[in-house]
């Protein structure tokens, strides 16, 4: 794997980034203030992409937004109107990564007014009451005693947790009851609460980041240093070459009106899209994950306002607090939904096999779940908000989560399609499986780390490219709820 230094080679000339996520736009800004990048010409490419100074939110993101293209794709994960902030996590590495990016959200980092430290309950149920394997009876206690030793050990060294009342371990229903102010029941046997985490307005932060981007392109400008673009396009495949020196690499993009766009480095953090552009069946698979909205009146948005996040890891199932326009999520971190679909491979020109099977968001998914994620998010509501249970939806939405097998990112130089020296060709920065919206603060500096070739180990060896995972499978992190081997389609007939 590539792994040459920035100071031992020549500066980028020029960087393309597809994608317009949080991957991306953290990478983005991170290129804009190193000194090393102060001459390299940046593209950010997205099918979604405004003018960064346009004023977006959730709400406007509905299906008949005038923000959108009049085909758009379901737009990226990132814009919503919450998304959970957490350390809180089974594995020591990334719940260090977590308190890194926790410290930078304080710090408003992604704007002011859009992080709020309301505290986060995870509860697990107890054996008796899941159906399945032992296995799976057991994985959400599993996750949520690891997670609180984790969470522990961060309190003790750095203080985590400490800016209100610490981490409080929840025994029954009873103490979870105690600590969701707001909800009129819980769900859950036992777990705990940590009043250091919360939720973040994700995209109010998406905003702020993109204004930010903005704004050293137009000092760049000025100055006369490396140009910043912005382009709206859809790339449909890859720009790839041979070269005697480095062998098969990538060269940039084609877009679907045939324009092509060319740079010395593409990295793509086109996440749930990823599949239409490289074979990546053994890496990466995108499953729509349920997402559902309330609108409270604004007396009940003021009881809600200050409870924690509520989070059941032994069924996936979450409610975030109300956001300032008054709309409660109810969702699911689940297995998801597969929308499976033959393509043609998108690396036709260096394999044997003509088509390949992808799933890939499904185009009608901006709006509307299946009945059976209605039923799922209605019985959630039905035990800790019986009164709100059969109120109507405000939306619902289907976000595409971009799965690893592990649930770990990709972050790396595709093995085939790059310089064997690094920094020239495909880098990928995806992945993201439902988690990396907390990591928007650090992600870029990590991102950049890896294409510079100094990642510490234990980000190198979890983020590498790797051998994959043979067959059909799905994400495996401990966490999730749901059903496996759901297909989009399918769930729609059933209605």
């Known amino acids: 794997m590539p792994s040459l230094s920035t100071s031992a080679s020549s500066p980028l000339s020029s960087i393309l980034i597809v994608g317009a996520g949080v991957f991306s736009l953290s990478t983005a800004l991170t290129i804009l203030t190193h000194s090393t990048y102060t001459h390299t010409d940046l593209t950010i490419l997205d099918s979604q992409t405004l003018n960064p100074a346009d004023s977006i939110s959730f709400s406007s993101l509905d299906a008949t937004s005038s923000l959108l ?106 103490d979870i009851v105690a600590v969701m102010k707001g909800l009129e029941g819980t769900d859950g046997d036992r777990g705990y609460v940590n009043w250091g985490s919360g939720w973040a307005d994700a995209a109010g932060a998406v905003r702020h980041i993109r204004s930010r981007i903005a704004e050293l392109g137009a000092t760049r400008e000025k100055e006369g240093l490396g140009k910043v673009t912005w382009k709206t396009g859809s790339a449909e495949r890859l720009i790839f070459s041979s070269t005697p020196l480095a062998g098969k690499t990538v060269k940039g993009v084609v877009l679907s009106d045939s324009q092509e766009i060319h740079a010395q480095l593409t990295i793509l953090c ?63 971190h689940g297995h998801g939904y597969r929308n499976p679909i033959r393509i043609t491979n998108p690396e036709r020109l260096s394999v044997c096999e003509d088509t390949i099977e992808i799933s890939i968001p499904h185009s009608s998914s901006l709006s509307a779940i299946a009945p059976e994620g209605e039923s799922a998010c209605r019985d959630f509501l039905s035990t ?90 799905g994400t495996e992190d401990g966490c999730r709820g749901g059903e496996r081997g759901m297909e989009w389609e399918n769930e729609w007939r059933k209605s």
Request: glycine share 12%; hydrophobic share 30%.
């Open 270 to 332: 086109t996440g749930a899209w990823t599949p239409k552009l490289l074979d990546v069946r053994k890496h990466l698979t995108s499953t729509g994950q349920v997402l559902s909205y309330i609108q409270l009146t604004p007396s009940e948005a003021d009881d809600m306002k200050n409870m924690p996040v509520l989070m059941n890891m032994s069924t996936g199932m979450f409610v975030i607090p109300p956001t300032p326009d008054g709309l409660l999520k109810v969702a699911r």
């Open 69 to 174: 293209p009049v085909q758009s794709e379901p737009p990226t994960a990132s814009l919503d109107s919450s998304r959970i902030v957490r350390a809180d996590y089974a594995s020591p590495i990334y719940s260090s990564l977590g308190l890194s990016a926790q410290k930078l959200w304080r710090q408003g980092w992604g704007g002011l007014k859009n992080y709020h430290e309301n505290g986060l309950v995870l509860t697990c149920d107890e054996d008796s009451h899941r159906e399945g394997t032992d296995a799976e009876k057991g994985k959400g206690m599993r996750y949520v005693d690891s997670t609180l030793a984790n969470v522990r050990e961060l309190e003790m060294k750095h203080g985590f947790g400490l800016q209100k009342k610490g981490v409080q371990e929840l025994y029954d229903k009873k």
């Open 384 to 473: 800790i908000l019986p009164s709100f249970s059969a109120r109507p939806f405000h939306s619902t939405r289907t976000c595409w989560y971009t799965d690893t097998p592990n649930g770990d990112f990709i972050i790396d130089y595709h093995p085939k399609y790059s310089h064997p020296e690094g920094r020239e060709g495909l880098f990928l920065a995806t992945g993201g499986s439902g988690h990396g919206f907390k990591f928007f603060p650090v992600l870029g500096e990590k991102i950049i780390d890896a294409v510079e070739g100094r990642l510490e180990e234990g980000l190198k060896g979890l983020w590498k490219w790797g051998e994959g995972k043979e067959g059909r499978w």
